[in-house]
């Protein structure tokens, strides 16, 4: 959990949890349908920017 990836898909979990929330308070319980795409696509996007993260990490410390 305690890497950029894991950090990563934590990030847009709870991004698009809260959005969801906020969707959930302003246009009712219609919003619902829509989480478990939010939840799937947070962890694809977040894995995938984590990894990224990793790779620039990498080497921007070889050049530091």
Known sequence: IFSSVGFSVLGALTHNLV???????????????????????????????????KILDKKIKTFF
Do not use: D, E, K, W
């Not at 969801?20 to 829509?34: D, K």
């Open 19 to 53: 959005q969801a929330v906020i969707a959930f308070i302003m246009l009712g319980s219609g919003i619902l349908f829509y989480l478990p795409i939010l939840i799937l696509s947070a962890i694809i996007t977040g894995v995938i920017i984590g990894f990224l993260a």
